[in-house]
């Protein structure tokens, strides 16, 4: 089709789009007019998307139809889409930074001297929150290898996080991937073998939530499993069963930061007994944000800039509670 069969609205304020499954339940939807106001652009405001789970590749390029061609449609950040919207739209882009192509994903859509960009920005950031939580050298200190439940944008982003540290002691000895599909496993595994690393790398296609705990169990102590699935989020569930033990003195990262997140209930009730750190997405939520603005209003998003949105952004934080299953 061309850009003439797609219906483009002719917004009358400028707007930023948000790419999701079930935006209208996001924090952001509170966070961004006060983050407008900080930056000094309250006349920005956000618009939510919502695509159901590997929709009609039609619908994306209708969604990338509007950003491209109204000119008050500034940009967008793009979550669980990442893939299936640029597999779907490709075409329709003027460049894709050098991320996006080693990746096969955007989170980031913008717009500059007239062209209209693809980032993939979630190797920054989730980089950067992973960073926060294992602290420099944590591998070399523990011996932990990484479980990743998921291979999709979160899971490749982190891989090449690791991959991309200079330090042997910032990089774990094996990296684990899981997914449902094959195809995801593929082009991670693609991506992996077009780098030069000495992480070994071991995929494994499943959606059984058993073998899922059993992989897990055999983790050594102070290794760190991620939940990158979407599950307890856009789909509901765990990839792990209630019963599964988590590695002694490791680290349980749940990538999302709202839904019911089974997995991080799950971690939880193991908090104290297998010693771990339990962590969700809040960061990881404020760092894909603020990157993403940053690329779209081409503003500059320093240390100082970034500590205040996450100050605004606690204050509007809903609580996270935990509460035993079955209880």
Not at 66 to 94: C, N
Not at 297 to 318: G, N, S, V, Y
Request: contains cysteine; hydrophobic residues 40%; glycine residues 8%.
């Amino acid at each position: 089709m061309s850009q003439t069969d797609y219906r483009v609205v002719t917004k009358t304020v400028p707007t930023f789009y948000f790419v999701g499954v079930t935006t209208r339940q996001s924090s952001i939807m509170k966070v961004f007019p006060r983050w407008m106001e900080a930056i000094g652009r309250p006349e920005i405001v956000i618009e939510g998307i919502d695509h159901p789970i590997h929709d009609n590749p039609e619908a994306y390029r209708q969604t990338v139809t509007q950003i491209k061609y109204d000119p008050l449609s500034l940009g967008a950040l793009v979550t669980t889409h990442k893939i299936d919207l640029l597999e779907a739209a490709r075409d329709m882009f003027d460049e894709l930074h050098s991320s996006a192509l080693l990746t096969g994903e955007i989170s980031s859509i913008s717009k500059r001297d007239g062209k209209l960009w693809g980032h993939a920005k979630d190797p920054l950031t989730a980089g950067l929150s992973l960073d926060a939580i294992t602290g420099e050298g944590y591998f070399g200190r523990t011996g932990g290898h990484v479980l990743c439940f998921g291979a999709g944008g979160s899971g490749k982003a982190i891989a090449l996080h690791l991959i991309t540290k200079q330090n042997r002691a910032d990089r774990p000895e094996r990296f684990i991937v899981t997914n449902r599909s094959a195809d995801r496993l593929y082009k991670m595994q693609a991506m992996v073998e077009s780098l030069d690393t000495d992480i070994e790398f071991v995929y494994v296609q499943t959606a059984d939530p058993q073998r899922n705990s059993e992989l897990m169990e055999s983790l050594p102590d102070g290794s760190i499993v991620i939940n990158a699935t979407g599950m307890g989020k856009d789909t509901p569930g765990s990839p792990i069963t209630d019963e599964a033990l988590f590695p002694r003195n490791g680290i349980a990262w749940e990538i999302n930061y709202r839904g019911d997140l089974d997995f991080w209930h799950q971690a939880m009730a193991q908090k104290e007994s297998r010693n771990l750190t339990v962590e969700d997405g809040w960061l990881y939520f404020l760092h894909g944000w603020t990157q993403v603005i940053a690329e779209v209003l081409h503003i500059e998003m320093d240390e100082a800039t970034f500590q205040r949105l996450a100050e605004i952004a606690a204050e509007l934080r809903p609580p996270l509670v935990y509460k035993p299953r079955g209880k």
